[in-house]
């Protein structure tokens, strides 16, 4: 090929490089981080990312309620930790929690080398190509904008209250196995821990009880990273009696998800483990978060109003 | 015996003009039911038989292709 | 790793692309060869040994046919119905032994086990590439190939391994040993080509999936229209899917300076059954016409049915009758390639029907024209022939989705009985997946395929023209067509990933 022809060829890729890059932010959705980007810049204190588990599980606004905490649950369904790299970043740009509570069943989404080389380089492309990621937004051209439909005063969580519940018994059984987290989810586990160091942000792993998606073997792999790594992991289903995770109350899909009741208790759990390590400020009576008194009125009466406390057998 | 051919291929398809055309298999003058006639026709007239391994274009796409074909078949 | 994934566009290819054009020429096929190796380890995984198995079968015999003298016909012919027998063989076993067992176990009292395989990618392909090189090695069309490597690139050119074309030796061994250097224009087109094959793939036969899958998987709670337009729907998606992705493998190896071989050349611009068969799937057609058709039409027993039914029937229907057997055998087998299940075999038997009677009826064909004085060139009988045409292929395509002979039955059945004219203004068509937005792409599309085949239709070659205009004016409608296939395609969030459809086969 002559010289003239490269020219030609590489012009035009980067006339087609140029054009992706315009249109990427027209498509890409003002609301692409959800309701967060409600949330005024910098106030969030801590921030729960992870997949279904994690909306399921924690509340903010109860810990607002009771201990004063203020963030939000950024949990995504099915949600890989690539793209869960991803959303953490984008949303670190506007704000500046001091922690981030990383929910551990992402760590174990691994459906073989091939299928991850496949899906990782598409979603690598798509994190960085706007255009392609957001690509069927044209639609929303001739369509008025559905509502987003999940309340703000919910923070994220994922309210549901119904209950079907988990009969198979106990679960928890120790063994020295261990399913490691894939050399695919530790890159982007790495990734997101240098994140959160570089932004001075403490990261902490936790695990939402769940008879379905969590093993001990699971378990060991997730205590290895964090051993490690010089991080903590809260693992709640070795803690299932302090929580006071009841089986027949607290599921909403026979043990794949805590319904409202569980992430009740588990919030109310995990409130208290926060409050003794004395890592986020009660911002009660702060002028600043007036508003989240407000969305307290909302958020007691769109829930039924009980709030739960710890235990069920004393703290 | 040139004009047997053209009479059996005239029969068959009077559509082409036999003594120019020399692309009837390649454009798709003579259909594959066309060619099967023809061979039955050419084996009745000419007293030969062709076989698969004569069936390709090349000794099908004009009548001169066809008659060096039978030339050869007849020995 | 499929060829519509980011992974094998914007990686995979390049990677090669750039390997081959450091390459020095003697290597190039060698980095081919690799490169298909690598791409189908990727894809079918240990199943590859399948591949290697024909690869070195075919290799063997045809040295072995090579040595045969000139006199060692019975032997030659040993050879040869050895290596068909063990290539149809176990293509037979691991496609159809599950149908054939379940089969014979809801005829008879039986309950045979009934395995389940799982097929390498290609087989159905590659299979009856092995047996036409065997077969052409044969009848000394072409010298058995004393190179295995060569070979083993004919067979599993990457491609090309999936979905076809079924190449002959003859033609592409050329084309893929040649080595050509890359070239601009070989590129541009090739990539050009390749952008309208994702363009018919994603754009309109992915989003037609979602419309299709829910009519023909709840087909029971659908009926008249909507089930027709299901029907026509499919065709739309067969066709878009199929020569889209053919456009791709052949646009991409027009980047490496190969040329394989059509399989589309406008279909729907077919005026019998007949023609349709050989405007679609060309390469299908053909291995099945030199292969199975006319060997077995010249074979002393059908020659001699021949000829008594030309002294007893007339000529006409004497040839006719010659035709039938071999032509039986072609469709029962164009039928069953397709699938192991009876609702193909009605396929294939539908179309034997149809072309069969098709050729019978052209003397009264003649006939009625001429009687109506309509000529058979004129407008109106064109107008005639192409709904005609659509009105077979539809119901040809119907059955050949629906899940089961039965379930095809049934939806054609109820297309009459449950004749629903309401439902094309009622709103029903908006609740089946696609929203007027969808409908609008996809009509849109269709009708830019539409535009692009007429060119076609006309000797046209569009990319010829595309290079003649000034470079704004080519740059401007490259870059629109890209960002067509990136905004418009059926993928992503809310969308589930369309295999190939030929890839199943």
Redesign the interface.
């Known amino acids: 090929m002559k010289k003239k022809q490269w020219i030609r060829a590489a012009a035009f890729l980067a006339l087609l490089a140029a054009a992706f890059a315009l249109l990427s932010p027209v498509f890409t959705p003002k609301d692409e981080l959800g309701n967060i980007q409600e949330e005024p810049a910098n106030s969030l204190d801590y921030l729960a990312i992870g997949d279904s588990e994690c909306y399921t599980s924690i509340s903010p606004m109860q810990l607002w309620g009771d201990y004063g905490y203020v963030g939000y649950n950024c949990g995504l369904a099915s949600q890989r930790i690539q793209d869960a790299y991803y959303r953490l970043k984008k949303t670190l740009e506007c704000q500046t929690p001091r922690l981030v509570l990383l929910e551990t069943n992402m760590l174990f989404r691994n459906k073989g080398v091939r299928q991850e080389t496949v899906t990782g380089f598409d979603h690598a492309f798509g994190n960085l190509v706007g255009l392609y990621q957001y690509h069927n937004t044209w639609k929303s051209l001739f369509r008025q904008n559905r509502a987003s439909g999940k309340a703000e005063w919910l923070k994220g969580l994922r309210y549901r209250p119904d209950c079907r519940p988990y009969t198979g018994g106990p679960y928890v059984e120790k063994t020295e196995k261990v399913q490691p987290v894939a050399a695919a989810q530790r890159f982007w586990l790495d990734r997101i821990l240098a994140l959160c160091r570089k932004k001075h942000i403490r990261l902490v792993l936790y695990t939402v009880p769940s008879p379905l998606c969590w093993s001990y073997a699971k378990h060991n792999g997730a205590e290895a990273y964090a051993k490690s790594h010089g991080l903590t992991l809260l693992d709640l289903n070795l803690q299932l009696d302090k929580v006071g995770i009841d089986w027949s109350k607290d599921t909403w899909d026979r043990g794949n998800h805590l319904n409202f009741s569980g992430a009740q208790k588990l919030t109310a759990y995990l409130g208290q483990w926060l409050r003794e390590k004395g890592w986020l400020p009660d911002r009660r009576g702060e002028q600043a978060y007036a508003a989240w008194d407000r969305e307290m009125a909302l958020y007691l009466t769109g829930t039924g109003g009980t709030m739960q406390k710890a235990g069920g057998k004393g703290h | 015996m040139m004009e047997k051919l053209l009479k059996i291929l005239e029969d068959i398809n009077p559509d082409n003009d036999y003594e120019t055309e020399e692309h009837l298999i390649d454009d798709?003058l003579l259909?594959?039911?066309a060619?099967?006639?023809l061979?039955?026709s050419l084996?009745?007239a000419f007293g030969v038989e062709?076989?698969?391994?004569e069936?390709?274009p090349q000794n099908f796409n004009s009548a001169k292709a066809m008659w060096a074909m039978l030339g050869r078949l007849q020995k | 790793m499929q060829y519509v994934s980011l992974l094998y566009l914007l990686a995979f290819l390049p990677l090669v692309l750039l390997a081959y054009g450091l390459s020095p020429q003697r290597h190039r096929w060698k980095l081919l060869l690799a490169a298909s190796y690598i791409f189908y380890g990727l894809l079918s995984k240990t199943l590859i040994i399948y591949l290697l198995f024909s690869t070195i079968s075919i290799h063997e015999l045809g040295l072995w046919l090579n040595a045969c003298q000139d006199g060692e016909k019975e032997r030659k012919r040993r050879i040869l119905w050895y290596g068909v027998f063990v290539h149809i063989g176990l293509l037979a076993v691991l496609k159809y032994s599950a149908f054939f067992l379940e089969s014979l176990n809801a005829v008879l009292p039986l309950a045979l086990p009934v395995p389940s395989f799982v097929l390498p990618a290609g087989i159905s392909f590659f299979t009856l590439q092995a047996v036409s090189y065997l077969s052409d090695v044969y009848h000394g069309r072409i010298r058995g190939d004393e190179s295995l490597g060569r070979l083993a690139l004919y067979l599993a050119f990457f491609p090309a391994i999936v979905e076809g074309p079924i190449c002959r030796y003859a033609e592409t061994a050329e084309e893929l040993y040649a080595g050509r250097p890359l070239t601009y224009k070989n590129i541009t087109f090739g990539a050009q080509r390749m952008v309208w094959g994702l363009f018919k793939k994603l754009v309109v036969a992915d989003r037609l999936n979602i419309f299709v899958q829910k009519i023909f998987t709840h087909w029971g709670q659908y009926s008249g229209l909507v089930v027709l337009l299901g029907a026509a729907a499919y065709t739309l998606q067969l066709y878009a899917d199929f020569s889209g992705c053919i456009d791709l493998t052949i646009g991409t190896a027009e980047l490496f300076g190969v040329r394989l071989p059509e399989n589309f050349r406008q279909p729907f611009f077919s005026r019998t059954a007949s023609e349709f068969w050989r405007r679609w799937h060309i390469t299908l057609g053909t291995w099945f016409k030199d292969y199975i058709f006319y060997p077995l039409s010249l074979t002393r027993p059908v020659k001699a049915l021949g000829r008594k039914a030309r002294k007893t029937l007339g000529r006409r229907l004497g040839q006719t009758v010659q035709v039938l057997p071999p032509l039986l055998a072609v469709w029962v087998c164009n039928g069953l390639w397709h699938g192991a299940g009876w609702n193909y075999l009605f396929f294939g038997l539908y179309y034997f029907v149809l072309i069969v009677f098709g050729n019978l009826l052209e003397p009264a064909a003649d006939r009625a024209s001429h009687l109506l004085g309509l000529s058979r060139e004129g407008g109106i009988w064109r107008v005639f022939q192409t709904v005609k045409m659509a009105a077979i292929v539809v119901t040809g395509e119907l059955f050949f989705r629906a899940e089961g002979l039965a379930a095809g039955f049934a939806m054609f059945g109820s297309i009459f009985s449950g004749w629903n004219r309401a439902v094309l203004t009622d709103g029903t068509l908006l609740r089946l997946g696609l929203d007027a937005c969808d409908f609008g792409v996809i009509a849109a599309g269709t009708l830019v395929m539409l535009a692009v085949d007429l060119l076609h239709e006309r000797g046209v070659c569009l990319r010829e023209k595309l290079a003649q205009t000034n470079l704004p004016l080519r740059w401007t409608i490259c870059l629109a067509a890209v960002l067509a296939v990136v905004i418009f395609g059926a993928y992503g969030a809310g969308y589930a990933p369309v295999d190939p459809l030929y890839a199943g086969f």
Do not use: W
């Open positions: 798709g259909d594959s039911f060619i099967l006639e061979v039955s084996e009745d062709i076989t698969p391994t069936l390709v």
